[in-house]
């Protein structure tokens, strides 16, 4: 990296240069000094305002979990999984498995707080001669797992418009070229806010939180108040095999319901240059929103499952989304269910709005490191601004092109948001392999301000287990003997994205992508 003035900053006695100091640089953008001396042993300019607190992060990272509200919103998913979600794992099996997850990949977010996160921790943990095409793989699954993430979030967020528009005017049907335009206006909303109103966006996240938790109640205690409730007995013993041949492999497939709530673990770590002590908050704050956001959605399923009612019925409303069906069999209101109808509209906005944050960060950060074409232009931030808007630009036009897509085939568009699942399962289960082959190895870990100790071992192998279940059996179909239509195509796509950049990298980006491990200096 070139250096155009170097700052020698103090801390715990150790001297330590900080690149590419721009004269006028604040506290406020630079971080504390713990945050100064993280970005010297990356070798990484800060770019980016650290306007983020540890209140502010953890609400970033609930909202664009969405975990209760997604949950809500893939009611079908869930009646589909309940049983084996409940009967085979027990509340604190399924907390402990999730929080190993976050542990792992916290204790890493640890050690090096930057914005590019996996495919950063797999260059640096990886062994030497693997780390340039792993930390690439993971870089590449990584950008296309959340850009596909953000597409799937704005064109659920117009999905809830045009229920609502239906809620009030059954007669409307809306049709998938509208849904795609309302998703673009979404995102253009979403850019507007990442942009104009970005030194307003902790404040922001304060008040969506808010609505977050009060939300929950409110559809908690409007469902088991009101609706009529279904028996112990059929919630938590009945279970469906959906033509599987045991029940068990039918539990093993039904573990595609809970995806949402663990992909997305990385959602905070991508804005680590924009948080203030990130080497102690984000860890921190990664596991609060991991338990958080599993709870809350474990709740909201079971209540789910007991006021369903009739799930033949609320699964042809007419609204396309089943839990408006169910809030109006409770209520018998449709002024009620607008309301709480509105409430997830907006929680599901703004996960959009961050969405866009952390797509563009990410996609930033691999750009800087040389990891993707154009990557100079990429990962320009204009000074005074402190925000990567050509990264945003690019995630733009792709969410634009992918819902594009939608309006042709609703099939094909599903086929590449399965993309956000495999792409980021892909690099959760690489990069927790890198740093528990060092950990095998005997070999010293960098310090950190949260280290997982000498449960480090049992914690990393259980996360790769669970999270290779996970890997495994997403790519399954819903059912045996599907048909095209029906069949799970997640395989082919990611199988079809990992050889064509594996094609490139062997012509082209293997000569400019060298990894972040080259930039560290772990002698700070």
């Not at 045991?246 to 709530?261: E, F, H, I, Q, S």
């Not at 990664?286 to 809350?296: D, G, K, R, V, W």
């Not at 892909?426 to 990069?431: A, F, H, M, N, R």
């Not at 999270?467 to 195509?489: C, H, I, K």
């Amino acid at each position: 990296m070139g250096r155009t003035r170097k700052e020698s900053i103090y801390a715990q006695s150790d001297v330590y240069e900080l690149p590419d100091v721009t004269p006028g640089d604040t506290s406020e953008k630079l971080g504390d000094e713990w945050d100064r001396r993280g970005m010297a042993r990356i070798g990484k300019k800060q770019e980016l305002r650290r306007e983020f607190r540890f209140f502010s992060i953890t609400g970033y990272a609930m909202i664009l979990g969405c975990s209760w509200e997604f949950a809500l919103i893939n009611v079908l998913s869930a009646a589909y999984s309940l049983s084996a979600y409940v009967t085979k794992n027990t509340l604190n099996t399924r907390l402990r498995l999730v929080a190993n997850t976050s542990e792992a990949m916290a204790e890493m977010a640890s050690i090096a707080p930057t914005a590019g996160g996996q495919y950063h921790w797999t260059s640096e943990f990886a062994p030497r001669k693997y780390q340039k095409i792993l930390s690439f793989s993971v870089g590449i699954f990584c950008v296309l797992g959340w850009q596909t993430s953000l597409a799937a979030t704005c064109f659920a967020s117009a999905q809830q418009i045009t229920a609502l528009i239906n809620l009030g005017n059954p007669s409307y049907e809306p049709s998938q070229w509208q849904t795609a335009l309302l998703s673009w206006a979404i995102l253009f909303l979403a850019i507007f806010a990442n942009t104009v109103l970005f030194r307003k966006l902790p404040l922001m996240e304060g008040i969506v939180t808010f609505l977050h938790v009060l939300g929950f109640f409110a559809f908690v205690i409007v469902l088991w108040t009101m609706a009529p409730r279904g028996t112990a007995s059929s919630v938590f013993t009945e279970f469906e095999s959906n033509s599987w041949p045991t029940t068990g492999l039918a539990c093993l497939v039904g573990l595609n319901g809970p995806l949402p709530y663990l992909t997305g673990a990385d959602s905070s770590v991508h804005l680590a240059e924009e948080l203030k002590n990130s080497a102690w908050r984000l860890p921190r704050s990664m596991l609060l929103t991991a338990i958080t956001n599993y709870i809350t959605s474990f709740i909201i399923v079971v209540t789910l499952m007991f006021c369903l009612g009739d799930i033949e019925s609320v699964m042809e409303s007419s609204t396309g989304q089943p839990y408006i069906a169910v809030i109006l069999n409770a209520t018998n209101s449709v002024p009620a269910t607008k309301v709480l109808a509105v409430i997830i509209l907006i929680l599901v906005i703004s996960c959009s709005v961050n969405g866009v944050t952390t797509t563009s960060r990410q996609l930033w950060s691999f750009a800087r490191d040389g990891g993707l074409p154009y990557s100079s232009w990429l990962s320009q931030v204009r000074p005074g601004l402190d925000v990567p808007v050509n990264a945003m630009a690019v995630s733009m036009v792709f969410t634009i092109c992918l819902t594009s897509i939608a309006i042709g085939s609703q099939v094909a568009y599903g086929i590449f948001v399965s993309l956000n699942a495999s792409g980021l399962l892909t690099s959760y289960i690489i990069c927790i392999a890198c740093i528990l082959q060092k950990r095998l190895r005997g070999e010293t870990l960098p310090p950190s301000r949260f280290n997982l100790g000498k449960a480090g071992n049992a914690i990393n192998i259980i996360a790769l287990c669970f999270l290779m279940v996970f890997w495994v059996f997403q790519f399954f179909p819903a059912a045996p003997s599907p048909s095209p239509s029906e069949m799970n195509w997640s395989c082919v796509i990611w199988t079809s994205v990992l050889v064509f950049f594996m094609t490139y990298y062997a012509f082209r980006g293997r000569h400019n992508y060298v990894g972040p491990i080259a930039y560290v200096n772990n002698d700070i």
